[in-house]
């Protein structure tokens, strides 16, 4: 569990061998490609459940309250889930 200026977290951190797909990080609008270590974070209090989950790179996570709102990617760009 992580308090944060937004709330408290739950946050699992995703190693190498187990990530095995790729996601799109909600702090940089980047691919986290498969095989990339990263963090799963979701609300820890009644906000939000497991399907609330979100896959950050460690760095964005990190950095998370000390970025302004992310550029949104163009509508031909790919959506990964």
């Given at each position: 569990m992580?308090?944060?200026?937004?709330?408290?977290?739950?946050?699992?951190?995703?190693?190498?061998?187990?990530?095995?797909?790729?996601?799109?990080?909600?702090?940089?609008?980047?691919e986290i490609a498969a095989g990339v270590p990263h963090v799963v974070a979701w609300p820890a209090d009644e906000r939000?459940?497991?399907?609330?989950?979100?896959?950050?790179?460690?760095?964005?996570?990190?950095?998370?309250d000390r970025r302004g709102p992310n550029v949104q990617r163009g509508r031909s760009a790919p959506r990964y889930g």
């Open positions: 992580q308090a944060w200026s937004d709330g408290e977290w739950q946050v699992s951190n995703i190693p190498a061998s187990a990530a095995t797909k790729a996601y799109r990080c909600p702090g940089c609008d980047q939000g459940d497991l399907t609330d989950r979100r896959h950050w790179h460690t760095g964005c996570w990190r950095a998370r």
